[in-house]
């Protein structure tokens, strides 16, 4: 896709658009020609206010617009003169390239077309027209147009985050809630946080304590039987 005008500026020498004051148009032209593009737009529009329905000075500014990368001011200079039926192919190139800036891409191929009416040969121009309508059709099957996948996108996320955010805070209430309704297990929880640790030691003592105890009545125990043993056998015996 070409990315800057065909033809730069149309003189003003030609005959069907020499309606503009030719002094500010060729100065324009001078200063476009050395790369001083805003300096040029200075005198083309001064040549527009003098005839604002010249096409000259409309596509001449235009070109300078385009240089600067003002994308908008480049369109309404063109759209101006755009129902003149003379206008040469190389300004409905110009405006099919304004509309590839600002992703009209309908706009474009309608420029295109023009131009490739006029001028068959004009390889740009057919490259031109090729790529805008692939956009186009792109963004016919989309639903939508240039910026909207993306918007789209962007709304998606923001739903999702804040479906995250509800989730987070109906749990947060929720265990707000338990607690308000339960504060004996709030209290019970503040006790066991209180509660003193014992260290591994400890621990250690207090288990061979009962290890010991239950040795104790164990013994016993066993006495006992033996005890209730011996005097059942006496009796057996007798």
């Known amino acids: 896709m070409k990315k800057f005008f065909a033809i730069g500026l149309i003189l003003c020498s030609l005959p069907a658009f020499a309606q503009a004051d030719r002094r500010d148009v060729r100065a324009g ?8 593009f805003k300096e040029s737009e200075i ?7 003098k005839d ?3 096409v000259t000075a409309n596509y001449n500014l235009a070109s300078a617009l385009y240089r600067q990368e003002d994308w908008n001011g480049a369109a309404s200079a063109l759209e ?14 110009n405006a099919g390239d304004v509309a590839l800036q600002q992703q009209d891409w309908q706009a474009a191929v309608d420029a295109f077309r023009q131009a490739l009416l006029l001028d068959p040969a004009d390889l740009d121009a057919k490259e031109n027209y090729i790529y805008a309508k692939k956009m186009l059709e792109n963004r016919q099957q989309q639903g939508g147009g240039g910026g909207d996948g993306q918007q789209n996108q962007d709304q998606q996320d923001d739903q999702n985050q804040q479906q995250n ?14 607690q ?3 504060p004996d297990r709030e209290q019970e929880q503040q006790q066991e946080q209180q509660q003193p640790q014992i260290s591994p030691q400890q621990a250690q003592q ?18 006992e039987k033996a005890a209730m043993l ?9």
């Open 29 to 36: 032209n001078r200063k476009f020609g050395r790369g001083q």
């Open 43 to 49: 005198d083309y529009r001064k040549a527009v206010l």
């Open 52 to 54: 604002s329905a010249s």
């Open 80 to 93: 101006t003169v755009k129902d003149r039926p003379d206008l040469p192919a190389q300004y409905r190139y």
């Open 165 to 178: 955010q509800d989730q987070q805070q109906n749990q947060n209430q929720d265990q707000n809630q338990d």
């Open 180 to 182: 308000q309704q339960d």
């Open 206 to 223: 207090m288990l061979r304590a009962i290890q010991a105890k239950e040795k104790d009545t164990q013994d016993k125990v066993n006495r």
């Open 230 to 238: 011996k005097s059942r056998q006496k009796e057996k015996n007798w």
